[in-house]
Structures are given as structure tokens and as C-alpha cells.
């Protein structure tokens, strides 16, 4: 169907006609007069040229531009059938550590072995693609905690800006407390009845102004869940110049922590040691974060205004000439 934005516009439809019949008359200026014996020769000059029919062509063609004008004015819109879109009215926000021990190369890719940020972009970004009819936010933090996106439906946008993310961008050291805070600030408000964070990290809290305990307990207060997980493989092979030996690449997570914030706020720790038990926790997280999805709709709505813009153009155009012409023919 077709509506207009700004209907009132349509008022000013009359405005010619109200102007001509109410204005008071321009005043004609009054020439001097030339006798001559001989008036009788410019009676002819005088005399009508059959400009009725011209006359009238203008003023339709004035009368149907103004009519456009004044349509494309009011804002013609093509109102389209309603289309469904999911939505579950969670929110959802991740929280990345870009610090400078996520370089550990203790994942695999492809076959390839990768640093921890790596393989977190390729599973996270997977989980983005799925949560669909969630609106999902990206803070990423090492030394210091950063909104990379607030809560949007834009699953497309916020995994290029993951993907885009650099490790050490945010500092060397990981405020974990900081993280959740801002997560906190981020989500407290909004009127969703599910908001939940998913914190990523490979270390311990080592900067920031806030515990991770006590940005817990804020989190709890505000109704926000936080689901840990904890990046690194217990133990990788490395050269040296004595041969190989064993190291524990995690020995800086404290899972002790991490296991705290999520039990204080009714989530739940995850460990992820390799890429395949960090793509488990994912389709786990799927479960039991579901996206339930209700019903709403919205209506498309495209623009008409350039149709009947671009005709009165065209005859405003025509109407130009003609008056042209018809002054020239005088």
C-alpha cells in the first residue's frame, strides 16, 4: 500500500488558487502614449495570435506540476508486507584477551599450529555466525578493556572486528576485573530479561583497578551471567639446545579464579586445552544459552518521492519552453 510520511504537506495543495483569488492585483505601470495618424496599421500587430489553445496547455501544465510537487513533498512511500525476524531479546557479550601471552602457539589449525588468538577467532566466529537472533557485543582486553562493539544484530560486522583484533593491541598484561566491569556497564541497563558474558583468557589478572572477584559480585547484582573459559595446553614440546623438553605452556592460569567468577554469578568454567575442546565448549554454550526465538515483524518501506519529483521536473521543463516559444511567436 501506499502512504505518505508527511501527509499534512498535502494542505498546500490550494496555495496557487488562494493567491490569486485573495492577493490584490499587481499594479500596472503606465507607458507614454504615441499618437499617430495612422493607428490603423498596428491594429494587426495588435490583434491575438490563436494563443487559446497555448494558454490552456500552460496552465494545466502549471496546475499537474504543482499537484507533483507537492506529492513528492508529502514523502510517497511504498509500504511492503510484514516480514518476520527472529529475535530472542538476549544479549550476549564477548570478552577477548588480546595480551601478549595469547602468542603461545599450543593450538592447532588446518594441521597448522596456531597462536591461542588465532584459533579463538575461527571458533568464535563460528559461535557469531549461529547466534543469529542474539544481539552480541565485543569487548577485547589485555592491560587495559575496550567496547570493540556494542550490542548489535550485526553478527557480520562484529566478526570482522574480531578477526581484525592484534594481540598486544590492549597491552601486554590482562585486567580480567576490568573486562567484567565493562561488560557490567554495558549491560546492566538494557531492558533484556537474559544477559550473559563469555570471558576468554589464557592468564591471571595481573592489571587493571578492579578484582575479578569483586567485578563478580557486581556482575551477579546485576543480573549478569558470565561463562569462563580457560585457553592453553597443559603441556607442549619444545627445543632447546639440551634437546627436547616438556613445558607447561598454562602454568600462568589461575583456574582457581576464573572457576570463582563463574560460580558467583551462575555461570559456569570451561577448560579449553586444544582447538577441538574449544569448539566442544561452543556447541556447549549453544545448549545452554539456546537462542529462543518470538515473533516480530516490521514492514518495508521504499521511497516514491523521486517519481513524481522527476515528472513535475519534466513539465516545469515543458512548460519553460512553451511560455519561451509563445513570447518569442509574440
Given at each position: 500500500m501506499i502512504q505518505f510520511e508527511w501527509i499534512w504537506v498535502l494542505l498546500a495543495l490550494p496555495l496557487p488558487w488562494l493567491i490569486r483569488h485573495l492577493a490584490?492585483?499587481?499594479?500596472?505601470?503606465?507607458?507614454?502614449?504615441?499618437?499617430t495618424p495612422f493607428m490603423e496599421d498596428f491594429v494587426s500587430l495588435a490583434e491575438p495570435q490563436s494563443v487559446g489553445v497555448t494558454s490552456r496547455w500552460i496552465q494545466w501544465l502549471a496546475i499537474l506540476?504543482?499537484?507533483?510537487?507537492?506529492?513528492?513533498?508529502?514523502?510517497?512511500?511504498?509500504?511492503?508486507?510484514?516480514?518476520?525476524?527472529?529475535?530472542?531479546?538476549?544479549?550476549?557479550?564477548l570478552a577477548v584477551d588480546?595480551?601478549?601471552?595469547?602468542?603461545?602457539?599450543?593450538?592447532?589449525l588446518n594441521g597448522q599450529a596456531v597462536d591461542r588468538l588465532t584459533a579463538t577467532k575461527a571458533v568464535a566466529g563460528e559461535f557469531i555466525e549461529r547466534r543469529s537472533a542474539d544481539r552480541l557485543g565485543l569487548i577485547l582486553f589485555g592491560e587495559n578493556?575496550?567496547?570493540?562493539?556494542?550490542?548489535?544484530?550485526?553478527?557480520?560486522?562484529?566478526?570482522?572486528?574480531?578477526?581484525?583484533?592484534v594481540i598486544g593491541l590492549a597491552g601486554k598484561k590482562t585486567a580480567i576485573g576490568d573486562a567484567i566491569g565493562l561488560a557490567v556497564k554495558r549491560l546492566r541497563d538494557n531492558a533484556s530479561q537474559s544477559r550473559v558474558l563469555i570471558l576468554l583468557t589464557d592468564g591471571a589478572n595481573t592489571a587493571g583497578e578492579v578484582s575479578p572477584i569483586k567485578a563478580a559480585q557486581l556482575a551477579a547484582d546485576a543480573g549478569l551471567k558470565i561463562y569462563t573459559i580457560g585457553l592453553g595446553a597443559d603441556e607442549i614440546v619444545v627445543q632447546s639446545l639440551f634437546g627436547q623438553r616438556r613445558v607447561n605452556p598454562s602454568?600462568?592460569?589461575?583456574?582457581?579464579?576464573?572457576r570463582q567468577i563463574a560460580g558467583a554469578t551462575g555461570g559456569k568454567y570451561f577448560r579449553a586445552r586444544d582447538t577441538a575442546e574449544l569448539e566442544q565448549i561452543y556447541r556447549l554454550l549453544d545448549e545452554l544459552e539456546p537462542a529462543e526465538v518470538e515473533a516480530l515483524s516490521f514492514r518495508p518501506v521504499?521511497?516514491?518521492?523521486?517519481?513524481?519529483?522527476?515528472?513535475?521536473?519534466?513539465?516545469?521543463?515543458?512548460?519553460?519552453?512553451l511560455t519561451a516559444v509563445r513570447g518569442y511567436g509574440a
Open positions: 490584490p492585483p499587481a499594479q500596472r505601470e503606465e507607458g507614454a502614449a504615441l499618437i506540476s504543482w499537484l507533483l510537487l507537492v506529492i513528492a513533498a508529502a514523502r510517497p512511500q511504498w509500504l511492503g508486507d510484514p516480514v518476520e525476524v527472529p529475535t530472542s531479546g538476549r544479549d550476549l557479550m588480546i595480551s601478549g601471552s595469547m602468542e603461545a602457539e599450543d593450538f592447532a578493556a575496550y567496547l570493540q562493539t556494542p550490542l548489535t544484530f550485526d553478527g557480520k560486522t562484529l566478526r570482522t572486528l574480531l578477526m581484525e583484533s602454568q600462568d592460569l589461575d583456574e582457581d579464579t576464573l521504499d521511497a516514491l518521492f523521486y517519481w513524481p519529483l522527476g515528472l513535475a521536473l519534466f513539465l516545469a521543463t515543458a512548460l519553460f519552453l
